[in-house]
């Protein structure tokens, strides 16, 4: 028997922008899978209802894959697969395997011979840089940056060095509760020409992407970004 297909199912960034966020052909394929591998099991759920699948989602099933996933435990979520089944792998938001652990699945997926299927949908990460204006031809994805606030601090510094030197966008991420924190050190501890793009709530009604030098952020009433979704865009 062969094995199925692992498809790599794109999520919208927190709207219920189901046809404005993904092309038919992805929202056709994922109503007629049965079997998902979930981030949260929580918005998975409500998501899947939005996109309508041909079984009730009370009688899908979703195994999780999230942070707290050991290695031991990823043999048993590619079972569906080596049985032959098609299973979609999501992310909580945005595209699966970009900042999110669905990336260690996809590789024992490879090992194990089974085809990795990457579908179009949106990521606040590409997204981000393509409304910053910054580069776009160099750039780096660091994740997150250290919540010790020394940490952080030295963190920006080499950050900033590293962009100035190799002329490279360097983009990265916070936990929502700790954005405003780590744009006010930005601001601390950043030279005044490096420039900052803040790029807020993707695709929501609330989107914002605003990229201006440091001096000018200084001058300007910084936006809200507690709890709200936002990706970081710096170049020195």
Not at 90 to 99: F, T
Not at 172 to 185: S, W
Request: proline fraction near 6%; charged fraction near 20%; charge should be neutral.
């Amino acid at each position: 028997m062969s094995a199925g297909t692992l498809y790599m199912l794109p999520v919208t960034l927190g709207a219920d922008n189901i046809q404005q966020a993904l092309p038919q052909e992805v929202i056709q394929l994922t109503q007629g899978l049965e079997t998902f591998i979930v981030e949260n099991e929580k918005t998975a759920r409500r998501f899947l209802g939005l996109v309508k699948t041909a079984k009730p989602v009370r009688e899908l099933t979703l195994l999780t894959l999230n942070e707290h996933t050991t290695d031991t435990d990823l043999p048993a979520l590619l079972a569906p697969l080596l049985a032959g089944q098609d299973v979609g792998l999501m992310s909580e938001a945005g595209c699966p395997g970009i900042a999110d652990p669905g990336a260690r699945l996809a590789a024992l997926a490879h090992r194990k011979n089974i085809r990795v299927a990457p579908l179009v949908g949106p990521s606040s990460i590409l997204l981000a840089l393509m409304g910053s204006g910054l580069n776009g031809q160099r750039f780096a994805f660091l994740g997150y940056l250290p919540s010790d606030k020394q940490a952080r601090i030295q963190r920006i510094k080499d950050i900033e060095r590293q962009s100035r030197q190799q002329q490279e966008t360097q983009i990265f991420i916070e936990t929502p509760y700790r954005n405003q924190h780590l744009l006010e050190d930005m601001l601390a501890h950043c030279a005044a020409e490096t420039r900052l793009c803040i790029a807020r709530n993707i695709s929501l009604p609330t989107e914002l992407i605003v990229s201006k030098p440091i001096k000018d952020w200084k001058k300007s009433e910084l936006p809200e970004l507690h709890k709200q979704p936002t990706v970081f865009l710096l170049l020195a």
